[in-house]
Each structure stands twice: as structure tokens, then as C-alpha cells.
């Protein structure tokens, strides 16, 4: 073990938006599915973590300068770690962390949360242990880091889109670790536009660990599997092409899935707003009438995400300036795009 004073680690990493939905998991949080995603430009999570000189095992967490009840679950997933990375049982850890978007928007920030977290920690392995990673290995170690803190964190380590989940047609993907999966791809979706419309940010009835677990007996899970692998093929050969209309139909197709899979599990449960299905009928309409690419998808929870492409920018920010900031909560909504991956900030 490397003798050194202080260790430190300061990471900045962004959210992701899947296309391809994970949903539903194996233990230990391994997808019953292939996802694919793309890495946001704007909503982000800073991190850094400090080893300060103590004997104890503590995990100490700050969220925007206060002590967060966020704390709790950080302290389990150090657990959950500690298991197979012993040397975190030797140190106490300081964490200071902030998003770059506001916490009461109802975005989910477990993603960009565990994956700036996961990369400090492999930053941190390597102080300790003389690097122990390499650094072609460095990525995918984080990756499966931050997976065992929330599924969806591990594919936010990387840039521009990422596949998470076995899928026999790319070799290199696994169900521990999210690849990069950039290559091969029109170069119009790398100028994807995601409009987050925030629609109820109100706590959600039913947590997306709740909803993982619905899936295992679900009455149609067999079908979702085969769905999601179907769909995960067809998305990524129009994204060769070029072929909008198929990305954008089968882009919907899973955000629509995702909410029947909830509405038809048991118990069922509804994480809709009148509002999201207003925007969603808005956004056809006007994809009929201008002949855009644009479309919609959905996390879990009632907000759209309306994406579209960098050239189509004026004319869908009038079409939302006009026609759907009156179905957002108090008009809020966060212009995204595609973005450039995390960044390792100052030592
Ligand atoms: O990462 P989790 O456990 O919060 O699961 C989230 C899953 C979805 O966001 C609904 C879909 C996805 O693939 O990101």
C-alpha cells in the first residue's frame, strides 16, 4: 500500500437518458436487459472525496453544504462495496457533492450521483493501491462501481452513448459494466437534443427499486426481455442508417413498455400525470404537422424528455415556448443535449 498523507479525488459526472429501458434486475444488480443511453451535457453531479488522517470507518456525506439524508443510503453502498474492495475498510471518507440542476426539479440524480462517486473511488484505489487499475481498465472498473449503487449510474461514465447488458451482437457487453458504444453511429444523433419538461415534482408513490423487484414476477416479463433485446438491435441499425422515423418509433415504443410494465405489474401503479400524456399527444401533433425528427421518451416518473436535433432548435423551442410550458410545473423545463462524459476536476 502506497504511504501518503492525504488522498483526494474531485470528479464531475453527468446524468444519462436511456433509450433502450433497464428494467428489472438480477442480484447483485444485474439488468434482465440490454439498455442504451446517452450522457447528458448540463444536468450534472460534482463530487470530491477527501481520506483524511483517522483510524475509523466513517463515511461522511455533504450534500450542498448540508449533512443529507442521501447519507444514509451513500453509507450502505460503501457497505455493499467494502465487500470485495477490502482497502475501504481501512479509511474514513469525507464526500462533498452538488448538482449542477435544481433538487426540487424531480430529475432523478442517482445517476450522475453514484457514477461521480464510482469514479472517485476508482481514482482513489488507484492512490492507494499503487494503481491497481489500469487505465484501459479505468472506465469500466467505475462503471461497475457505480452500477452497484443504481443500475442506470453505471452507463453515465462514459461519453456520448453507452450499452449496459449482454448483447450478443457487440462483443464487449456485459451485464457488470456499461461500454462505450459510439461508433457506427449517423452523425446526426450525436447533435441529440433532450428538452426535459418537468412536469409533478412531487415525491414519486413508488421507488425504481420497488419497481425492479415488480418485474420478477411479472406476467410478462419473458416478453419485455425479448422486447428490449428486439429493440436494442433495431435502434442501433437505424442509428447507423440514419433512420429517424424508426429511432424516434422505437425510442417511444420502450418509454411507453416501461410504463405498461408498471401499470401491469402487482400491484400496479401509475407514475403518468395528465399533463405528461398532454405533452406526449402535443409532441405527435406536431411531428405530423412539421414533419420534424423529434419524440419523446420517459424515465420513471411523469416528466417527457422531447428530443430532437441541434438544426431543429429554434423551431421546437417556439413549439415549446408556445404550445407545452402550460402542461410543465410552474413553466419549468431544462434544455439538454448530448454530452462529452465525465471530467476529472483539480487534485
Ligand atoms: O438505476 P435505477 O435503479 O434507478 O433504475 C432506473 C431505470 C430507468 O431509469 C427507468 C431506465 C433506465 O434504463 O435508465
Given at each position: ?13 453527468p ?119 489500469s ?7 467505475a ?49 441529440l ?5 418537468l ?73 403518468l ?70 471530467k476529472?476536476?483539480?487534485?
Amino acid at each position: 500500500m502506497k504511504q501518503k498523507n492525504k488522498y483526494r479525488s474531485e470528479w464531475e459526472c453527468p446524468s444519462n437518458i436511456a433509450l433502450i429501458k433497464y428494467w428489472g434486475k438480477k442480484t447483485p444488480q444485474l439488468p434482465l436487459n440490454p439498455s442504451v443511453s446517452f450522457s447528458l451535457q448540463n444536468a450534472k453531479t460534482k463530487t470530491s472525496i477527501e481520506i483524511p488522517q483517522s483510524n475509523n470507518r466513517k463515511v461522511e456525506f455533504i450534500f450542498e453544504g448540508k449533512s443529507s439524508a442521501f447519507g444514509e443510503r451513500i453509507r450502505n453502498y460503501f457497505d455493499v462495496l467494502a465487500k470485495d474492495e477490502k482497502w475501504l475498510n481501512d479509511f474514513s471518507f469525507h464526500i462533498e457533492s452538488s448538482n449542477t440542476f435544481p433538487h426540487s426539479a424531480g430529475i432523478a440524480s442517482s445517476a450522475s450521483a453514484f457514477g461521480a462517486l464510482a469514479l472517485c473511488l476508482t481514482d482513489l484505489k488507484n492512490q492507494v493501491e499503487e494503481n491497481e487499475v489500469s487505465t484501459s481498465n479505468f472506465f469500466s472498473k467505475a462503471s461497475e462501481l457505480a452500477r452497484l449503487g443504481s443500475g442506470s449510474a453505471c452507463r453515465s461514465v462514459y461519453p456520448q452513448f453507452a450499452i449496459w447488458g449482454e448483447f450478443a451482437e457487440i462483443s464487449g457487453t456485459s451485464n457488470h459494466h456499461a461500454v462505450p458504444v459510439s461508433e457506427n453511429i449517423h452523425a446526426d444523433y450525436f447533435t441529440l437534443h433532450d428538452a426535459i419538461l418537468l412536469v409533478d415534482s412531487t415525491k414519486k408513490k413508488v421507488s425504481s427499486s420497488a419497481g425492479h423487484q415488480l418485474m420478477n414476477d411479472h406476467p410478462f416479463r419473458e416478453a419485455r426481455i425479448k422486447q428490449a433485446n428486439n429493440h436494442t438491435h433495431e435502434i442501433l441499425q437505424a442509428m447507423k442508417t440514419g433512420d429517424h422515423e424508426q429511432f424516434f418509433k422505437i425510442t417511444e415504443k420502450e418509454a411507453l413498455s416501461l410504463h405498461s410494465m408498471m401499470m401491469t405489474s402487482e400491484p400496479p401503479y401509475l407514475l403518468l400525470h395528465p399533463n405528461s400524456l398532454a405533452i406526449i399527444r402535443k409532441i405527435q401533433d406536431f411531428r405530423r404537422q412539421t414533419n420534424l425528427p423529434v419524440g419523446f421518451t420517459i424515465d420513471a416518473g411523469p416528466n417527457i424528455h422531447f428530443l430532437y436535433f441541434e438544426k431543429d432548435k429554434n423551431e421546437v423551442h417556439r413549439f415549446i415556448k408556445n404550445e407545452l410550458m402550460k402542461f410543465t410545473e410552474n413553466g419549468n423545463w431544462l434544455d439538454d443535449q448530448i454530452g462529452n462524459g465525465p471530467k476529472k476536476l483539480k487534485e
